[in-house]
């Protein structure tokens, strides 16, 4: 997630910085071909292809809408995980009992139960940054540009049974990583730890049903991530739309070509007629007239950049739980979820917040 107010500039140049040298090379060919080699037949209808560029500039706008409804979602989502995660454990804290056979650690059974939610939300978070076939940014260039701007993904650094290994223990660790769905045998564990408190009488039965509700709350907040991170934007909108993009971008340069012409030909119309007919400016003039369709080149590739950007815009947002300097910070809301409901318990060897830099938090 990118915090500051606006990207800056350098930031967006060096983003799409190789793909704007080569819309100019795609401009300048065309040109080349039709300035100085003379194929004044080298171009295409300005009105039809303006036809193309308005239905592009419509899917463009579908795909960037649909896009960020998967974001926004998924930030609902979380929000919902945020506040679950303090409900639980203001119910744990409230509702079961402490052991009265450890007194001088009167709240281990509550830290027990807050750490092994700590522990689910990190086998979600490791589950949900695992690379998907049709998640291309944490490999990508322009991604990369923003990765270096901050901190590496913690993901990445730590295995998954290292960073669980403080919050749960080792029996609970080999039964969570015999299974598939790390996160989902967690609940499931938590759900058995509850049942046991019941059947303790440490746990009231009206208690155990609304922290059971908490439970299936969790279950059904860790599925709906599932889906967005397992369900991609669909691949055949997603392709068409590239193509559409790529095809418009390749016409351009041979619309507009023709029209900087014309303009060409009335800057000559109009200092043809010129007092100073052998002066320095008149030449000047009917030189910048006679070759004006060079500048359909600067045109050209900052039109081509426009949809291009909006493109891939639209493009890293809809898989926002891979990592991205666009994504949901799932790593910082963990880290925070973490603070705020260990702070709630009173437990003590609390973290620090997370630090970043240039405004990118993952």
């Known amino acids: 997630m990118y915090t500051r107010k606006t990207l800056p500039i350098k930031s ?9 040298l080569l819309f100019l090379a795609l401009a300048f060919v065309p040109v080349f071909l039709y300035d100085i080699i003379g194929f004044k037949w080298l171009h295409v209808p300005w009105l ?6 308005t239905a592009v500039a419509f899917i463009v706008g579908f795909k960037n809408n649909a896009s960020y409804d998967r974001l926004w ?3 609902k989502i979380w929000g919902g995980i945020v506040n ?10 409230d509702f079961v009992e402490s052991d009265e056979k450890m007194p001088r650690e ?9 750490h092994r939610h700590i522990a689910w939300l990190t086998a979600l978070r490791y589950q949900l940054r695992t690379v998907r076939p049709w998640e291309n940014k944490r490999a ?5 540009h923003f990765r270096g701007m901050s901190i590496r993904h913690l993901e990445s650094d730590v295995p998954m049974d290292q960073a669980l290994a403080g919050y749960i223990s080792e029996e609970e660790s080999r039964e969570v990583f015999g299974k598939g769905n790390q996160a989902s045998q ?5 759900s058995r730890r509850l049942r046991e408190l019941r059947e303790q009488g440490r746990l009231g039965v009206f208690e155990h049903v609304e922290l059971e509700r908490t439970i299936a709350e969790l279950y059904a907040l860790q599925g709906k991530s599932e889906r967005i991170k397992n369900f991609p934007y669909p691949r055949q ?18 619309g507009v070509m023709e029209e900087f012409e014309k303009i060409g030909d009335h800057i000559i119309d109009d200092h043809s007629n010129a007092d100073d007919g052998y002066g320095i400016m008149h030449l000047l003039w009917l030189f910048f007239g006679t070759h004006f369709v060079w500048f359909s080149i600067p045109f050209s590739a900052i039109v081509s950049w426009v949809f291009f950007a909006l493109e891939i815009a639209g493009e890293h947002s809809e898989n926002p739980f891979e990592g991205g300097p666009n994504d949901v910070p799932i790593t910082d809301l963990c880290r925070s979820i973490e603070i705020d409901i260990r702070q709630l318990i009173d437990d003590d060897g609390i973290p620090e917040k997370l630090s970043w830099e240039s405004g990118v938090v993952l």
């Not at 679950?84 to 804290?93: I, Q």
């Not at 967690?186 to 938590?190: D, S």
């Open 237 to 254: 909108f997603a392709t068409l739309n590239y193509i559409f993009v790529w095809l418009f971008i390749l016409l351009l340069p041979y």
């Open 12 to 20: 967006v140049l060096l983003w799409t910085r190789s793909h704007v």
């Open 106 to 114: 009167p709240n281990a059974t509550h830290r027990e139960l807050v």
């Open 84 to 93: 679950a995660s303090r409900s639980f454990t203001v119910m744990v804290k």
């Open 140 to 144: 990508s260039e322009e991604n990369g």
């Open 186 to 190: 967690l609940l499931g564990i938590q």
């Open 48 to 53: 039809p292809l303006s036809v193309v560029g």
């Open 73 to 75: 979602e998924a930030r």
